[in-house]
Antibody
Framework: DVQVVESGGGLVKPGGSLRLSCILSGFSFDDYSLNWVRQAPGKGLQWVSSISSTGTHRSYADSTKGRFTVSRDSAQNSLFLQMNSLTVEDTGVYYC?????????????WGQGTLVTVSS | SYVLAQAPSVSVAPGQTARITCGGH??????VNWYHQKPGRAPVLVVF???GRPSGIPERFSGSRSDNTATLTINRVEAGDEADYYCQVWDDNTDHVVFGGGTKLIVL
């Protein structure tokens, strides 16, 4: 069975940094793109970042570009999101999701999310 | 940037058909995915690539699209279908994934 487990969320002050991790298992990790999606309290889904299966192609939402860095480690079957210069608008639940194997932009398996709270 | 427009809510009686729409410029040329999300839970993919259905998703859920509108149709609606529904595409102009604002399905 495919499993997706995020960690690393917590309370951080504005301007601070946080590193989210996600462990994925139950499938061939190197074959799939991976995504981060967040959800502010009471709001809709917002795409944050994606990384290709090989890690060579990365894309970011305009609101996070230059502050967030996505990476992956096949030895650990893990996805990471380094978040710097955090603002209160970055508060929300961050979901890690498995992307597509060949083409497609959908995310078919999602973790339960990790809560990031940016507050002074 | 590419925008997907969804109505805030749709109401339907049990046993009836719910149609949730997603408007976007020339969306008929893009692959559309749909998710549902219940309170406090992670999103669940219900339709991928316009009309594909992941394993475990009932045949009552189907997707379609025309020039500027994509539609998620739920036949024989059940109380358990009450959730927020989101459409999603990939915008090749910006290399961004885009979500619609979400539609709350209310089962009367």
């Amino acid at each position: 069975d495919v499993q997706v487990v995020e960690s690393g969320g917590g309370l951080v002050k504005p301007g601070g940094s946080l590193r989210l991790s996600c462990i994925l298992s139950g499938f061939s990790f190197d074959d799939y793109s991976l995504n981060w999606v967040r959800q502010a309290p009471g709001k809709g889904l917002q795409w944050v970042s994606s990384i290709s299966s090989t890690g060579t192609h990365r894309s970011y939402a305009d609101s996070t570009k230059g502050r967030f860095t996505v990476s992956r480690d096949s030895a650990q079957n893990s996805l990471f999101l380094q978040m710097n210069s955090l603002t209160v608008e970055d508060t929300g639940v961050y979901y890690c999701a498995r992307g597509s194997r060949v083409g497609g932009s959908y995310s078919d398996y999602w973790g339960q999310g990790t809560l990031v709270t940016v507050s002074s | 940037s590419y925008v997907l427009a969804q109505a805030p809510s749709v109401s339907v009686a049990p046993g009836q058909t719910a149609r949730i729409t997603c408007g976007g410029h020339n969306i008929g040329s893009k692959d559309v995915n749909w998710y549902h999300q219940k309170p406090g839970r992670a999103p669940v993919l219900v339709v991928f690539d316009n009309s594909g259905r992941p394993s475990g998703i009932p045949e009552r859920f189907s997707g379609s699209r025309s020039d500027n509108t994509a539609t998620l149709t739920i036949n024989r609606v059940e109380a358990g279908d009450e959730a927020d529904y989101y459409c999603q595409v990939w915008d090749d102009n910006t290399d961004h994934v885009v979500f619609g604002g979400g539609t709350k399905l209310i089962v009367l």
